[in-house]
């Protein structure tokens, strides 16, 4: 990777966090930019952040032992390291999620699913474009584009997640 790829990663990060804050403002009903949750809901949040930071050693230290060993991962520099952090998201949305601590008290659960199908979207559009022009994988190594793909995987996963949860709870209150 070249300074050029490098600064574009780096910017790319950078507006990525902008456009979250923006879209945080956006699903929230208050437009506020902290989400607001009842005390079970933090208490549940505060083990989904525990589990996927452990989560995210545990995979880091997979990784370290692969390649302590001269395992050659087939993932670029960047990618190797990003791809812990997104497992330990999903494990941190998915915990959240299953213990009614994913959206929160001012969380407008229909903009939210319809900007995380835009935001899956996206990222499998960026990853096809990859694919198609050649950068998703490069002298048998996957670049940084996996991360797209993967990101966009992963807000199928939570979807699915939700929307099995929500049919679930809705056939609990219908047993009441």
């Known amino acids: ?66 390649m302590s060993f001269g395992i050659k991962l087939p993932f670029d520099n960047i990618t190797v390291h990003i791809i812990p952090i997104l497992i330990g998201t999903l494990v941190q949305a998915s915990y959240s999620l299953w213990h009614n601590a994913y959206a929160g008290l001012n969380t407008n659960m229909k903009r939210f699913g319809i900007i995380s199908i835009v935001i899956a979207g996206v990222n499998f559009l960026v990853a096809l474009i990859a694919i198609f022009d050649g950068r998703m994988i490069v002298n048998g190594i996957f670049e940084f584009p996996l991360t797209n793909l993967i990101c966009g995987f992963l807000f199928v996963i939570i979807g699915i997640e939700s929307v099995i949860k929500n049919h679930l709870d809705n056939k609990d209150r219908e047993e009441d």
């Open 1 to 66: 990777m070249n300074n050029s790829q490098g600064s574009a990663i780096v910017l790319g990060l950078f507006i990525g966090i902008l456009i979250v804050i923006v879209l945080i403002k956006t699903w929230n009903k208050d437009g506020r930019l902290k989400t607001q949750y009842d005390e079970m809901q933090e208490k549940a949040r505060g083990l989904a952040y525990k589990y996927a930071f452990w989560t995210i050693v545990f995979v880091e230290a997979v990784m370290i032992v692969l």
